[in-house]
T-cell receptor, first 114, second 109 residues
Framework: NAGVTQTPKFRILKIGQSMTLQCAQDMNHNYMYWYRQDPGMGLKLIYYSVGAGITDKGEVPNGYNVSRSTTEDFPLRLELAAPSQTSVYFC?????????????FGPGTRLTVL | GIQVEQSPPDLILQEGANSTLRCNFSDSVNNLQWFHQNPWGQLINLFYIPSGTKQNGRLSATTVATERYSLLYISSSQTTDSGVYFCAVVPSGTYKYIFGTGTRLKVLA
C-alpha cells in the first residue's frame, strides 16, 4: 500500500493564480483531512470529509475549497492565491469506523505564493 | 473551542537522558494521537491512545481522559529523537482533530 500520497511536492504560485493540491489514499479510509502548517507552528485543520460527497469546514477554511467525489481522492483547491497561503499542506486519512480514528499523514506539499 | 497545550515548549537533552512530555486539553475527547515531526517535516505516528497506557520500544504514552491529559515518555534518548512532538485530540461529539502547540526536542550527542 502506498498509504496517503500528495502531489505536487513543491509549487511556487504568483499572487492571484489558482491551483489544486491532490491527495489520494489506498487504505479505503472513510475520513480525510487537509491541514496547513506555517513555519514554526502547529497544524491547523482546513477542511475534512467523513465520506464521499460529505465535506465540512475546519479551523481555517477561507480561501480554499474541497470536494470528495470518491473515497480515495480529496483534492484541495486554492482560488486567487495570496502570500498568506504560503505554507506546508498536509493531507491525512483515517478509518473512522467503530470510533477508531487513527490518522495517517501524507508527505506534504510545500507551497510558496509570491 | 477546546484548548490543547503542550509542555515544555522546548527541551534540550543529552543523549541517553529520559524525558516526559505533557499534553493538557480543556474538554472531553474521543481520540488522541502523538506524532513526531522529524527535521525533514515528515509526520510519524507514535501512538493512538484515547485512554490507557501503551509502549513501543523506548517510548511509552499514558492518557488519563477523565483528568484531561496525556504524557509521552522518552527513555534513553537518541539524536534521532530530535524534532517536534505534537499531540492531537478529537473533541467529543466532533470528527475534527485539533493539534497542540508542540514540544521542540533537541538531543545532543
Amino acid at each position: 500500500n502506498a498509504g496517503v500520497t500528495q502531489t505536487p511536492k513543491f509549487r511556487i504560485l504568483k499572487i492571484g493564480q489558482s491551483m489544486t493540491l491532490q491527495c489520494a489514499q489506498d487504505m479505503n479510509h472513510n475520513y480525510m483531512y487537509w491541514y496547513r502548517q506555517d513555519p514554526g507552528m502547529g497544524l491547523k485543520l482546513i477542511y475534512y470529509s467523513v465520506g464521499a460527497g460529505i465535506t465540512d469546514k475546519g479551523e481555517v477554511p477561507n480561501g480554499y475549497n474541497v470536494s470528495r467525489s470518491t473515497t480515495e481522492d480529496f483534492p484541495l483547491r486554492l482560488e486567487l492565491a495570496a502570500p498568506s497561503q504560503t505554507s506546508v499542506y498536509f493531507c491525512a486519512s483515517s478509518d473512522g469506523t467503530s470510533g477508531h480514528n487513527e490518522q495517517f499523514f501524507g508527505p506534504g506539499t510545500r507551497l510558496t505564493v509570491l | 473551542g477546546i484548548q490543547v497545550e503542550q509542555s515544555p515548549p522546548d527541551l534540550i537533552l543529552q543523549e541517553g537522558a529520559n524525558s516526559t512530555l505533557r499534553c493538557n486539553f480543556s474538554d472531553s475527547v474521543n481520540n488522541l494521537q502523538w506524532f513526531h515531526q522529524n527535521p525533514w517535516g515528515q509526520l510519524i505516528n507514535l501512538f493512538y491512545i484515547p485512554s490507557g497506557t501503551k509502549q513501543n520500544g523506548r517510548l511509552s504514552a499514558t492518557t488519563v481522559a477523565t483528568e484531561r491529559y496525556s504524557l509521552l515518555y522518552i527513555s534513553s534518548s537518541q539524536t534521532t529523537d530530535s524534532g517536534v512532538y505534537f499531540c492531537a485530540v478529537v473533541p467529543s461529539g466532533t470528527y475534527k482533530y485539533i493539534f497542540g502547540t508542540g514540544t521542540r526536542l533537541k538531543v545532543l550527542a
